[in-house]
């Protein structure tokens, strides 16, 4: 079996090298010609996964119709990218299995990827793998368990046994819009979480944060269709208490330095910047009320200041929890 990853950042890097060490045969592509020379050259990816060298079976290229093979397609493009390159390249990848890996809302439909597979490649099989991961742990073959979601299955329990490893434990579902959302909010309330440790207020400000951030997730999560019980595991609960309390999250990260005042790395894809914009025109839509995904939209827009923030979210009329 083939198996094609594309995208070349640190997770779609991540899971082609775990794939390949666990002996299927994966393609790799990359759009940047120079990024693909430097990786063949290297036999690993420097910048994204710098020490963890390629196994044999993985080959790199800059060639789409390289991953033509391929039974399975992993699209690990950056979320706001993945509806052009569907669109651009849709008569060669209709019909096959595209499996989902990122995490985020489509900032101009305000929709997730299997929709975007859906429509696009209306012939296809979509599916979508997420869950608490970082890639840094996957390279390195460190124990991780991620949720592979997939309506039909059947087609579900195929993928799970053609992408699991000995340590890459994938969990089934038939609810793929509760395993975007989880991973696409998660993504908000960690930079929020972010701001609070970088401005000082405190782990026990930080578990409120989460607490509540996590009741809104499944407020917008449940209103758009998404079960409870996938709210609950791995791609939501599961994801939001890796992202919110670890450095290694680039969400988590960006919030500290809104947080601390601090200048952040521009070229690093923060995919929760563009989520909390895209969740606050479904909030509006849907008149569901997150507070919390409303400040970190207005953070990130420059609506208003951390301080501002905080106070405007302590002064919130008390209530029932």
Known sequence: MT?????????????AIALARHGARVVLWARDAD??????????????????????PLEVTADLAATDAADIVLLAVPMQQTAGLLAAEARRLDGRALVACAKGIDLVSGRGPTAIIAETCPAARPAVLTGPSFAADIARGLPTALTLACADDARGAKLQAALATPVLRLYRSTDCKGAELGGALKNVIAIAAGVVVGAGLGDSARAALMTRGFAEMNRLALALGAQAETLAGLSGFGDLVLTCTSTQSRNFRFGHALGAGEVFDATTTVEGVATAKAVSVLAEKHRIDLPVAAMVAALVDNRISVPDAVTALLSRPLKKE
């Open 3 to 15: 198996i094609a990853v594309l995208g070349a950042g640190a997770f779609g890097t991540a899971l």
């Open 35 to 56: 990024q693909v020379a430097r990786m063949q050259a290297d036999r690993m990816n420097a910048r994204r996964l710098p020490g963890v060298s390629f196994p044999k």
